[in-house]
Each structure stands twice: as structure tokens, then as C-alpha cells.
């Protein structure tokens, strides 16, 4: 007969947490107040009549630091026959800062803590550090007498986009109408190293072109590469998907036009880029620090264009799957402005769930809900709401002007790119024709 045992590993809450020094074996003293939760794994002991400790299940530390293989291999010396198996069963998610310490992320920054916390006041060290990422930096780095002093910077405006423009272009053969003004305009959001790049591509393309000068046109199509990925021509695609993907991006496009409160629009192309296989550009024509509500609602609908565009033509029964990314930014942005922005009359000027702050600490959760099962409801109702009223609109607008879109879809399949201005002509063209109809 099996001797079997099963047991439940809780985990803990720790209320506090405080490294206040080094042993000299390299562990850490701690002092800490925790709290048991009925969250827990499961561990399942089985008594083996062999000498072998045999670790099984959910785990994903190695088995010379698993605390309970090594007590078993302690209690062999009472009984040096014998051996067990231990089965894991997790519900405590693994990373997540709650696995006892065996997180590398938790292990890094307590030493970095103990570290920090170990100089003399009299040493005259500076700690200086740089991160992305200020969003996942755990509270305890950051408090007086660590990183206690927190500079921002932001993304360039467009003064700072020309500045670091003319320090890439320094030793580089600019034609003479090249304008780094206006293409700082024309890259919004762009970092100084996407700058860089931006520049190296042009020269690639110029070199590619056997031209001894980098042109604009070199800067426009190395934009469109660092902001949407390489072109893909060699991709081989269906006349069928060509024409819904036409179809699909001029949605976007005409309603960039019709809407009142979108960006400009840049560029329409069917040219498969990267992971898409068509792409609607649009620049804003200066940097956004806020947006309005009726941008926003505008963004969605615009957004939704694609999709619409698909439904109008070839019915609800044969929508493809190209507008995933599509739906998935819109139901960001609804969602955003429900729970962050105040933007629901139903839900008021308040924000719901709280983005958690610890991810370097291995945490999982990226937000902590701060309310009711009833509010969530109600906050999922208002998200559809938003999307459906707002496809709604996007149907009526291009059901108002199908004829532009099948014009200008069937011009886009043979040209494959239209910029802005062609793209208002064949809209002008349209026009036009409607009014000596």
C-alpha cells in the first residue's frame, strides 16, 4: 500500500518588506509583516521504497533549489531506503511575485537594494540610471536615498526632431530639396534613434539607386519603412484579397477625409509592409500632448472604417479577418476613455481599476480591479456602446459616398499607392460627376 500525503502550500501577502542587510554567506536579512491568503498550490507527497527524490508538476525552478527536494534529501539520512515523489500542482501564477522568492527579477533587485543601501554617506559615489520602461520600476528603488531624483524625457518635439535631424545629417550628401523642417513635421512620435535610422535608410536607398544624393523621395519611402516595415512585392497575394484589401484601406482612408477631427491623411497603399497587407497613413500636423473627446470618437470611427468597408461590399457573411488590429485599438480607446478619461455620461468623471506597479517584482497583473462585478458590467456595456455607436456612423458615411469608395478602390488596385493629393482628386472627380449627374 501507497503512503500518499497531499498538502496545501498557501501563499502570503507580504504588508512590508524591508532588506536590512547581508549575511556572510550572501543571504539577505529581512525584516517583513505578511499576511497568509487562501490562494495556494498544492503539493503531493508519495513515500517511494528506492532512494530517489523524483519533483513533478507546474514548476520551473531547478531541482538543486527547490526547498522541498532538499529537505527531502536531509530526512534520507533517517531513512536512507527510502525515497519520495513530489507532484506540484500551482494555481499561484509562476513570476507573478508570489512564488516564494525563486523569481530571478526579486533576486536582482534585492541585491541591487541591499547594494544601494550599503554605501557610506561619506563615499562619493552618484548612482545614475536610465530606463524606458519607469512604469514597471518597483516603489522601493525609488525612494529618498535611492534613484530620489527623476528626470523626464519625452519623446522630441518638432524643434527637437530638426535639431537631432541636422546632427544625422552632418556627414551625409543631402540634396538640395531636402527640407529637414518639414520632414520633422512629418515624423510625429518619432525617438532620436528612430531618426537615425530614419536617415541610414534614406542613404541605403540612395545607394541602392546608384544616387549620388539623398533625395526626398528617399526620405519618404524610408518613413513609410521605419514606421510600417519593409515592402514585400515578392508576397504572393490573390486577386480576391488584393481587391477586399483595396477596398479595406480606402474605408480608412475616405473617412481620414470626410471626419472633421482625424489626422491628414499621408498615404493609402495596398503594398503588403510587414506583418499588413495594406496600410493607411496619416501625419498629424502638430505633436499631440492631450486629445479631445470628439478626436478620439473620430480615431474609432475611422478605424472601423476598414471593417465597414468589407460589410458594405461583400456582406456580413464574408468580413475577413484583417481587421483584428483594427478592433482590438478601438476597444483600447473606448475602454480608456470609460475607465481613464471620464468620457461616459453613464460612468461619470471617474476612473475604474488602478495599473499595477510592481511587474519588475514578477507580477502578472497589469490592473487591479477596484470595483464591483456589477460596474464591470456596466463599464463593458458603455465600451460597446462607444464601438457600436461609432461602426454605425462609419457605415452610414460610407454607404453615403459607396460610389467614391468603389472609384477610388478601383484607382488604388491599379496604382497600388495614392498619396493625399491624388487620393482629393479622385474624390474632387466624384464630386463632380455627382453634380452634372
Known amino acids: 500500500m501507497k503512503c500518499c500525503l497531499n498538502l496545501p502550500a498557501p501563499a502570503k501577502l507580504n504588508l512590508f518588506l524591508h532588506v536590512i542587510g547581508r549575511k556572510p554567506d550572501g543571504m539577505h536579512l529581512l525584516e517583513s509583516v505578511f499576511s497568509m491568503i487562501d490562494l495556494c498550490d498544492y503539493l503531493d507527497f508519495e513515500v517511494l521504497d528506492e532512494p530517489k527524490i523524483i519533483r513533478e508538476g507546474d514548476i520551473s525552478w531547478a531541482l538543486g533549489k527547490d526547498l522541498c527536494c532538499r529537505a527531502a534529501k536531509l530526512m534520507q539520512q533517517f531513512a536512507p531506503h527510502r525515497g519520495v515523489r513530489i507532484t506540484v500542482r500551482k494555481n499561484i501564477p509562476d513570476g507573478a511575485g508570489m512564488g516564494g522568492g525563486h523569481d530571478e527579477r526579486e533576486q536582482t533587485l534585492n541585491q541591487l537594494l541591499v547594494e544601494m543601501d550599503g554605501f557610506d554617506e561619506n563615499t562619493n559615489i552618484i548612482v545614475i540610471a536610465a530606463t524606458n520602461r519607469p512604469d514597471i520600476l518597483d516603489n522601493a528603488l525609488l525612494r529618498p536615498g535611492r534613484f530620489d531624483r527623476q528626470i523626464v524625457i519625452n519623446?522630441?518635439?518638432?524643434?527637437?526632431?530638426?535639431?537631432?535631424?541636422?546632427?544625422h545629417a552632418k556627414n551625409k550628401p543631402l540634396d538640395k530639396e531636402v527640407e529637414l523642417k518639414l520632414l520633422a513635421k512629418r515624423t510625429p512620435g518619432f525617438t532620436g534613434a528612430d531618426l537615425q535610422n530614419l536617415l541610414n535608410e534614406a542613404a541605403l536607398l540612395a545607394a541602392r539607386y546608384d544616387q549620388k544624393t539623398i533625395t526626398m523621395a528617399n526620405?519618404?519611402?524610408?518613413?513609410?519603412?521605419?514606421m510600417a516595415g519593409p515592402e514585400k512585392k515578392s508576397r504572393i497575394i490573390s486577386d480576391e484579397e488584393k481587391e477586399n484589401t483595396a477596398y479595406h484601406e480606402v474605408g480608412h482612408a475616405l473617412l481620414a477625409k470626410l471626419l472633421k477631427n482625424t489626422d491628414p491623411l499621408h498615404k493609402v497603399s495596398i503594398i503588403p509592409r510587414g506583418m499588413a497587407l495594406g496600410i493607411t497613413m496619416t501625419l498629424p500636423e502638430k505633436d499631440?500632448?492631450?486629445?479631445?473627446?470628439?478626436?478620439?470618437?473620430?480615431m474609432i470611427t475611422m478605424t472601423l472604417g476598414g471593417r465597414v468597408a468589407e460589410e458594405i461590399?461583400?456582406?456580413?457573411?464574408?468580413?475577413?479577418?484583417?481587421?483584428?488590429?483594427d478592433l482590438e485599438k478601438v476597444t483600447s480607446m473606448a475602454r480608456n476613455m470609460v475607465t481613464k478619461y471620464g468620457m461616459s455620461e453613464k460612468m461619470g468623471n471617474m476612473a475604474y481599476g488602478k495599473d499595477e506597479q510592481h511587474i519588475f517584482m514578477g507580477r502578472d497583473f497589469g490592473v487591479r480591479r477596484d470595483f464591483s462585478e456589477e460596474i464591470a458590467a456596466e463599464i463593458d456595456k458603455e465600451v460597446k456602446k462607444i464601438v457600436d455607436e461609432r461602426y454605425e456612423m462609419a457605415k452610414t458615411l460610407l454607404l453615403e459616398n459607396r460610389d467614391m469608395l468603389e472609384y477610388i478602390s478601383k484607382n488604388l488596385l491599379d496604382k497600388e499607392t495614392l498619396d493625399e493629393k491624388e487620393f482629393v482628386e479622385l474624390m474632387e472627380k466624384v464630386k463632380s460627376e455627382r453634380e452634372n449627374a
Open 288 to 298: 499631440h500632448l492631450t486629445m479631445k473627446k470628439s478626436q478620439l470618437l473620430d
Open 313 to 325: 461590399v461583400y456582406g456580413k457573411d464574408s468580413i475577413t479577418t484583417g481587421a483584428s488590429n
Open 155 to 167: 519623446k522630441p518635439d518638432i524643434l527637437g526632431r530638426e535639431q537631432i535631424l541636422n546632427v
Open 219 to 226: 526620405l519618404e519611402e524610408a518613413i513609410d519603412k521605419v
